[in-house]
């Protein structure tokens, strides 16, 4: 397309036919690459007419920029400083990234620092840290960590103490929680040891994380938190998070969960009994329980006793209308054999036919397919079975 003046160019800059406008810009693109190559200048009435049309806010406002931005123009600067800005192309959000890159430290570090701050454009966020790597002993505390957290360049965390306690909250709390969590677990268990100590300045959420990876590296300090967490703690999630991490380090203090096993939360009560080790009437306990979780963590204690009684009572479980509580009891039921061996065969005779089920999975498990074909008769029971496995 020949274009005789910038009268012309700004016509078809602006005409409402979309197939002329598109042959246009790649008429320019190519006269541009052209002049480039050759060493020759760029037509700059031509570049001020696009600058214009860009600053018109048009249709093709995100081609204007690209040509803006990748050619040499007085206007490059203040073109990437708006699309960096404004842009949700990451084409166009990296050849600004190129421009801003240009700024003196001063300017960078003002423009840049409430946009690292800002996560509602992730890529945006994670080029303006990138931007800041070589100014990063400069920066505010908050914005250096959340820098050092996302760039793509291997920065220098903050230390983690009281005067930087609130910012690394922030962060843990913030738009990128996994990578703080990453970025305190790289500073050593003296990052975990410190958050034990300051333990009321932090939120539940925060709390959970911290007893968690605590409990991971099995810190002694934690055993103290655990206890008054369980003591004084009304809060479910962290309730239900201390006991947990009671019952995975073996810490549990049964003058302190015993009475969770009345918690009026069922998360509480099913993870209170996980992690204690008192024998209260499980079966009464199980005959006026209504959730599932807790019926079902009451199994799993009754089936690490070995006495007469909980035998009985893992058979009696066989004909339970949940079917998750019938399987924990088979599993139970299994892990007790040889002795339970015998009261499974005969559960095959039993009238119920979810016992007669339960019983031959069990048996199946353990091997006695022989016991099953020997003793059961019909052939819709095997139907069943089958169906079942």
Known sequence: MEIASRQELARVLRSPDAAERHLLFESLNQAFEEAQEQGRQINQEALDEIYLCYCEDGIDRTWYAYLLLRLPNPYRIEVAKKEFVGTRNNKILLLAAAQMARLPEPERIAFLSPLVMDASNAARCRAAANLLDDCFGRLD?????????????????????????????????????????????????????????????????????????????????????????????????????????????????????????????????????????????????????????????????????????????????????????????????????????????????????????????????LGREDWISADLQTASFYEIFERSM
């Open 141 to 365: 505390t908050g914005v250096a960590l959340r820098t050092a957290l996302i760039s793509d360049h291997e920065l220098p965390l903050p230390a983690l103490n009281t005067e930087t306690l609130e910012f690394w909250l922030q962060e843990l709390r913030g738009p990128y929680p996994s990578s703080t969590e990453k970025a305190l677990l790289r500073l050593g268990t003296g990052a975990l040891e410190f958050l034990l100590t300051t333990w009321r300045e932090l939120p539940p959420p925060v709390r959970i994380w911290v007893m968690c990876a605590a409990a991971e590296r099995n810190l002694a300090p934690l055993g103290h938190r655990l206890k008054e967490t369980l003591r004084d703690c009304s809060d479910v999630e962290l309730l239900v998070a201390a006991l947990e991490c009671s019952k995975a380090l073996s810490l549990g203090d049964e003058r302190l969960l015993v009475p969770l096993y009345d918690h009026p939360h069922p998360s509480v009560r099913a993870a209170a009994i996980a992690a204690g080790h008192a024998r209260p009437d499980w079966a009464e306990r199980f005959a006026t329980e209504e959730s599932e979780p807790v019926r079902l963590a009451i199994l799993d204690q009754v089936g690490c006793q070995s006495d007469v009684g909980s035998m009985e009572f893992l058979m009696c479980c066989l004909r339970d209308p949940s079917w998750r509580v019938r399987a924990r009891a088979t599993e139970a039921l299994v892990a007790r054999a040889p002795a339970s061996l015998e009261p499974l065969r005969a559960a095959l005779g039993d009238v119920d036919e979810r016992v007669k089920v339960a019983a031959a999975k069990g048996l199946y498990r």
